[in-house]
């Protein structure tokens, strides 16, 4: 007789008749928001509504300045180029990341240089930054995991020693907390998304923070086609003007603006998020104590230097031993099964992942035969990575959080489930 869902059993939920909460979570008021900016006719270029969350993310975060951008990938590479970093310049990516950390840095003309994530967090290893660390070397980017915090003390004391630029990338991470200070506050300039699946979200867009006045000077203009930024507006927006004291004359860049409905979006969106942070982690404190009883899986690591979490997406490891031997592809596939959600590893390692292919443009990324070889991202060894990826990695869409206390426990049931009746798979 087969019990799991995959080979035909009764699933422990119907996600048909019992849907998981949605996402992206909206109402009314993001409705009214949309149409006042439908109706004012300033649907873009420094209106009030993007005024509005720069100043209102700004306070959020801890930070003197935040400048939104188009998206989360433009973020970090305006970042590298407001600190100087291109050609000769080597910076320090974690080999488990979105393809995007690492290809902003080709897109500057720099080096990107992998280096193995800890077990536990599947965070950037301190360690392997420091060995990685030449006279080349002129940044870190740590990335914020699927919930787990870079260790920033290590990361922050690396760069001290070394005098090298840290630029957070926070794409995973509003709103968490590092020994009283919020992601994007802690490092240089911190880089946040707004892509859909994100935790908070207008569908696309991004935005950069930093304390520092100059650089926040250079990452206004130069998402804004270089023009030096004026300053805040006085009266009523100039459609379509901007708020500048000139026309250039100031750095070279292009339009990388985000829009009116987005920005209007992320101001309703920020008005929620610390209590959907404040729900998931709840859910996932609860959820990852019944893990922490059960065979064959491992919570992540929470450091204690965390004071407020905020999840990107569920993750936990999991031990195919104790799971007679089946391997961890076959348990994501049997899971989903069981809950009606999509389960997947966590990202493919830069060394070998499909989308970060920087030799699939030799006319703009051969520069040179060194650079060249340089950015070949399988020069790299990452078996911490790659094992990771290949045999532990369980991740889940982070809306299974916004549910129930029975809800967490209807997952935990799930993998005991899979874990009882593993031998239907093998």
């Known amino acids: 007789m087969n019990y799991l869902a995959i080979n ?12 998981w909460p949605a996402w992206p979570v909206w109402d009314e008021r993001d409705e009214k928001a949309l149409l006042e900016v439908l109706h004012s006719g300033v649907w873009s270029y420094n209106g ?5 969350f720069d100043r209102l993310f700004a306070e959020y975060t801890g930070v003197k300045y935040a400048v939104s951008a188009a998206n989360g990938t433009v973020t970090l590479q305006l970042a590298l180029e407001a600190l100087g970093i291109g050609v000769g310049d080597e910076v320090i990516v974690p080999g488990i990341t979105w393809q995007a950390t690492a290809a902003s840095v080709i897109d500057v003309n720099a080096v990107p240089v992998l280096v193995d994530v800890l077990e536990d967090t599947w965070c950037i290893d301190p360690a392997a930054a420091e060995k990685a660390i030449t006279p080349r070397t002129k940044a870190i980017i740590p990335v914020h995991l699927y919930g787990s915090f870079a260790d920033m003390d290590a990361i922050m004391a690396l760069a001290k020693k070394y005098n090298l630029y840290v630029i957070e990338d926070c794409a995973h991470k509003h709103g968490g907390e590092w020994r ?3 992601a994007g506050s802690i490092g240089d300039i911190g880089s946040f998304s707004f892509q859909l699946s994100k935790h908070l979200t207008a569908g696309e ?10 650089v926040a000077e250079r990452l206004d203009a130069l ?13 009523e ?12 004359n100031f750095i070279q860049s292009g339009n990388y603006r985000i829009t009116e409905f987005q920005a209007a979006l ?19 404190l609860y959820l990852n104590s019944l893990l922490a009883e059960m065979p064959g899986v491992k919570p992540m690591r929470r450091d204690e230097r965390e004071t407020a979490e905020a999840y990107f997406n569920f993750s936990f490891r999991y ?26 590893s966590c990202y493919e390692p830069l060394n070998n992942c499909s989308l970060y292919v920087p030799h699939t443009k030799p006319a703009r990324h051969r520069l040179s035969e060194e650079y060249w070889q340089a950015i070949d991202p399988k020069r790299f060894e990452l078996p911490v990575c790659e094992r990771v990826f290949q045999e532990e990695a369980v991740a889940t869409h982070h809306k299974i959080l916004l549910g129930s206390r029975e809800d967490m426990e209807q997952i935990a049931a799930a993998i005991r489930k899979i874990y009882d009746h593993a031998e239907e798979l093998m």
Do not use: H, W
Not at 8 to 19: E, I
Not at 206 to 213: A, F, L, V
Not at 319 to 344: C, T, W, Y
């Open 180 to 182: 009283g200070r919020k």
């Open 237 to 248: 927006v100039d459609k379509g003007a901007g708020q500048y004291n000139d026309e250039g």
């Open 266 to 284: 992320l101001v309703e969106g920020l008005k929620r998020l610390p209590e959907q942070n404040r729900k998931r982690d709840e859910n996932a």
């Open 8 to 19: 035909g059993g009764s699933p422990v939920r119907d996600a048909k008749k019992d849907p």
């Open 48 to 52: 009030p509504k993007e005024m509005e």
């Open 319 to 344: 031990n195919k031993e104790e799971f007679k031997g089946m391997p961890v592809q076959k348990f994501r596939e049997a899971l989903s099964a069981e809950l009606g959600i999509d389960v997947e």
């Open 223 to 235: 998402r804004n086609c270089g023009r030096r930024p004026e300053g805040e507006p006085e009266g």
């Open 205 to 214: 867009g991004g935005i950069m923070t930093t304390n520092n006045p100059a």
